[in-house]
């Protein structure tokens, strides 16, 4: 599941107009064999209601809180509303410019299982068979009692989310998945800035204060608990917060270049889907108390990321029908196989790249096509062999190609890479399309060491008492690898579990 700004966004209309999605704004040095070469088309009434939402002014930062969140993601403001709903009164703290963080950057949807809008599809599906594709796709390695709560309640926190107005009944599928159980928003859009906006609305609408350019550089304690937090603002002010409790939420390391080339030197070259302000802060202030680590050099790399400038190509773009194909305009992979897996094919391709091909109904099936269509990533053209010379592949292997597959998908059947899923329509609707793509860095898997009450623990199993954390800033749950949409899934399940049990701490 991944930032600071020069000037201050008042609204989330620039947020959702230059960020949401998939893409990012920074990266690590692109590799030199690597090619170079939108907002969604529907605006719901969440987005729009969201995207008039001001910030809070640093004025009336108070000095006392019941409980301080640093970072205000999806993970922070769903432990926000979530302390909120048991009495607690909250302030959310950002460094960046704007909300949102890594979450902004969400593509293809919430994993979850047994839900409401699962059986209203007519999709059967178990949290068993949740928990163990996800434990396949973590390759055995994630820490099962959390993995255990995780899918336990990916069906409430859909709830949750929808009695906030903030409705994901659009499904989809992502890799290492076996049903449709990626919830997205019903115009099939990103799911990123339709969740930030959502829990933004929601968090002016209950009165929680919410402060940008607000850093945290420092969590205190007092007589063996956590007491606060001191914080920098306007660039050389600084404030000290009391509170009864500490919610860190600040995100990944995916940003860091330093952190990056620590734990995993074979990946420093690589681009990085991550904003810019994911650079380990919230894992640096918790180790500085006393709590550990797990899986650091875990780092996922994304198969289907536009290099220049770095932007992701959401999973959902396979999961509705594309296919991946190389140089010569032939498929090389399962394309719905975990990302680890996928992207290593791509790796043992020529120079390392290669195109997701698709036509005009995936293009209308996930409209966050549209904003890859904005940024000009994306070939188009009429037919298939006019398409074949805009990339500069052979016309007559790529129309074989997707004869060939169209076959498959009508007996249901992948002859050449048993692909089983997002096969539920062939790719014979022009025009037709293509994404140069290539691997980059996408999600940090590792993080510090917390138990499913969310609380943060040292090495000897003890919890720091008053210090809890949520999403990508910890680790474990995800094991070697991460499957796509149980981030968001991940954020908005603990992020509530933060909240829930920080209010039952504090009483």
Known sequence: MKTRGLALMASLTMVVASLAGCGNTSSSSSKSSRHSKSATSKKTEVTSGASKTQYSSMKDLKSKYDVVIIGAGGAGMSAALAAKEKGLKPVILEKMSVVGGNTLKASSGMNASETKVQKKAGIKDSNEKFYQETLAGGHGTNDKKMLRFFVDHSASAVDWLDGMG?????????????????????????????LVSGLLRNVKKQSIPIYVNADVKKINEAAGKVSGVKVTFDQDKTKTISSKAVIVTTGGFGASKAMIKKYRPDLSKYVTTNQAGSTGDGIKMITDLGGYTVDMDKIQIHPTVYQKPPYL??????????????????????EMGTRDVVSAAINKQPDQYAYVVFDGGVKQRVTAINQYEKKGMVESAATLGDLAKKLNVSSSELEKTVTTWNDDVKAKKDGQYDRTTGMDHQLNTPKYYAIKIAPGIHYTMGGVKINPETEVLKQSGQAIPGLYAAGEVTGGLHGDNRIGGNSVAEIVIFGRQAGTQVAKYVK
């Open 313 to 334: 190509v959401g999973e959902a773009v396979r999961g509705e029908g594309g296919i991946l194909v190389n140089t010569k305009g032939e498929r090389f992979t399962n």
């Open 166 to 194: 903030i409705k994901l009944t659009n499904l989809t599928i992502t890799g290492g998945m076996s049903v449709k159980r990626t919830h997205r928003p019903a115009d099939g859009s990103a799911v990123g800035g339709y």
